[in-house]
């Protein structure tokens, strides 16, 4: 029994070194969430068995510090939120990495091309859909954007004028830790986590927006190398118990 329960503690602890290894890679990814892998003790006919690895959670509800961004059109998140995004299935992601730019065609996407949804001008309820930014307006052609803190979209032309584009919606869910991660920074909603409820910023639990910022990582790298030694003991442990139990088993055959 030792040597199964040993090799369910390898496979565990390999687990959360994969989780720890990954945290530590994603120290510097803008919109990363730590995850920590969860373990449950085992039992077979009320006997202790080892231990069962339940996955990784990511640690959604802990915010990134907030860092200048590489556009002033960047948005970082301070609260619950979530950027709402579309793929090119036109599937929902959600993100809490604000990369924005302008694409040809005049959407506004993120860095991987997702578009961002949101209310179109003149609307703050109802249906969200990606945010286009017309390319001409009355005789003159798209010159600038402007993005502000409640992520109202604000398009200049080059006959002067200024027009209101719409307003980048935010996301929040009755279970976010019930959302599946797809890359560490893009996740869908899942019938866990509920369907998303849309907002604005500054309102309700969907937190504030700082335009012309990011928010980054929220790996604590002190805490991870931490982790790590402690996983390399328990890994090394459970070895120990296997090179045992086979030494036993050879000297047991070697006798018989």
């Given at each position: 029994?030792?040597?199964?329960?040993a090799?369910?503690?390898?496979?565990?602890?390999?687990?959360?070194?994969n989780t720890?290894?990954?945290?530590?890679?994603?120290a510097?990814?803008?919109?990363?969430?730590?995850g920590?892998?969860?373990?449950?003790?085992?039992?077979?006919?009320?006997?202790?068995?080892?231990?069962?690895?339940q996955?990784?959670?990511?640690?959604?509800?802990?915010?990134?510090?907030?860092?200048?961004?590489?556009?002033?059109?960047?948005?970082?998140?301070?609260?619950?939120?979530?950027f709402?995004?579309?793929?090119?299935?036109?599937?929902?992601?959600?993100?809490?990495?604000?990369?924005?730019?302008?694409?040809?065609?005049?959407?506004?996407?993120?860095?991987?091309?997702?578009?961002?949804?949101?209310?179109?001008?003149?609307?703050?309820?109802?249906?969200?859909?990606?945010?286009?930014?017309p390319?001409?307006?009355?005789?003159?052609?798209?010159?600038?954007?402007?993005?502000?803190?409640?992520?109202?979209?604000?398009?200049?032309?080059?006959?002067?004028?200024?027009?209101?584009?719409?307003?980048?919606?935010l996301?929040?869910?009755?279970?976010?830790?019930?959302?599946?991660s797809?890359?560490g920074?893009?996740?869908?909603a899942?019938?866990?986590?509920?369907?998303?409820?849309?907002?604005?910023?500054?309102?309700?639990?969907?937190?504030?927006?700082?335009?012309g910022?990011?928010?980054?990582?929220?790996?604590?790298?002190?805490?991870?190398?931490?982790?790590?030694?402690?996983?390399?003991?328990?890994?090394?442990?459970?070895t120990?118990?296997?090179?045992?139990?086979?030494?036993?088993?050879?000297?047991?055959f070697q006798?018989?």
């Amino acid at each position: 029994m030792s040597f199964t329960i040993a090799v369910r503690g390898l496979n565990a602890v390999s687990a959360q070194l994969n989780t720890i290894s990954n945290n530590i890679a994603n120290a510097d990814t803008v919109g990363y969430k730590s995850g920590r892998e969860n373990f449950s003790a085992l039992y077979v006919d009320g006997v202790g068995n080892g231990v069962l690895d339940q996955g990784a959670q990511q640690s959604l509800g802990t915010n990134g510090s907030v860092v200048n961004g590489s556009s002033s059109l960047d948005l970082a998140i301070s609260g619950k939120g979530f950027f709402v995004l579309q793929d090119t299935n036109g599937s929902q992601k959600f993100s809490r990495a604000g990369y924005v730019q302008v694409d040809k065609d005049g959407y506004l996407v993120n860095n991987n091309g997702l578009k961002y949804e949101g209310y179109a001008a003149g609307s703050t309820g109802g249906a969200v859909s990606p945010l286009l930014i017309p390319q001409t307006q009355n005789n003159g052609t798209l010159s600038g954007v402007n993005l502000d803190e409640k992520g109202n979209v604000q398009a200049t032309y080059t006959n002067g004028e200024t027009v209101p584009s719409g307003q980048v919606v935010l996301a929040s869910f009755a279970n976010m830790d019930q959302l599946q991660s797809e890359d560490g920074t893009v996740w869908r909603a899942t019938q866990s986590s509920g369907a998303p409820q849309f907002g604005i910023a500054q309102t309700g639990v969907f937190g504030s927006l700082h335009n012309g910022s990011l928010e980054s990582s929220n790996v604590d790298l002190t805490s991870e190398l931490v982790n790590l030694m402690s996983a390399q003991r328990n890994y090394q442990a459970n070895t120990k118990v296997i090179s045992t139990d086979s030494s036993m088993f050879t000297a047991l055959f070697q006798a018989i």
